[in-house]
């Protein structure tokens, strides 16, 4: 079951965002860790008005059956390979990260991740449908971006993916076990299988006509 997160100010492709105090960040980051385990669902109103409640918000509106969406971040099968603690994270806020080709700052949000022992999902944006399916997910186009259970973060910003990593219950140090093996990366819109052309089939091959028998010359040497 994806929940929403407390909500942590972040930098949005490239830019920044008025951030409060520290000691104001410092006392919302420790009242949203304080909220009941019921109490984290973030509902926001058609006027921007952000709610938080025990009951989990309707299920965003896509394109049925074509979107990888952020269900778990491993099979169950590699989930139960986890330590208690770390599988009861990933399972109540499964980690999924959107990246595209030749980019570095998707290489520093991979070592984050890597490095704090995250078990996460990687999505790639290659094509238009990635980029709007992207844009539905986490409401932009920036990459990296990164759903922790159903709070998304556009762009990284190392300092605010550790703060909602720290208050979604995720140790610091890695607890992956050494057999581990980390999903592949996958496109975000699942690719449809192309049909291979019919090919036609072979022309008949033409029936053999018998020679005609070449007639005699006539004794008078007149052809017919």
Request: proline share 14%.
């Amino acid at each position: 079951m994806n929940s929403a997160l407390p909500s942590v100010p972040h930098r949005v492709a490239g830019r920044c965002f008025a951030r409060p105090a520290r000691g104001v960040f410092a006392a919302a980051l420790l009242a949203a860790l304080a909220l009941p385990s019921h109490a984290l669902f973030k509902v926001v109103g058609p006027d921007g008005s952000v709610t938080y409640t025990d009951r989990p918000p309707a299920a965003a509106v896509g394109k049925p059956g074509t979107v990888a969406r952020n269900s778990g971040t491993t099979e169950p099968s590699a989930l139960s390979s986890l330590p208690l603690g770390l599988r009861q994270v990933a399972q109540r806020y499964p980690v999924a990260l959107y990246t595209a080709n030749d980019c570095a700052p998707c290489d520093g949000a991979r070592r984050l991740l890597q490095a704090r022992g995250v078990p996460y999902t990687e999505r790639t944006v290659t094509t238009e449908e990635d980029a709007e399916a992207l844009d539905r997910l986490t409401g932009g186009r920036a990459v990296p971006s990164v759903t922790i259970g159903s709070q998304a973060l556009r762009g990284f910003a190392e300092s605010d993916w550790q703060s909602y990593l720290d208050a979604a219950g995720y140790p610091r140090e890695s607890q992956l076990p050494p057999n581990y093996q980390r999903p592949a990366a996958a496109p975000l819109v699942q690719r449809k299988p192309e049909v291979a052309a019919a090919t036609p089939p072979p022309a008949p091959a033409p029936e053999p006509v018998a020679p005609t028998p070449s007639t005699p010359p006539s004794p008078t040497g007149i052809r017919f």
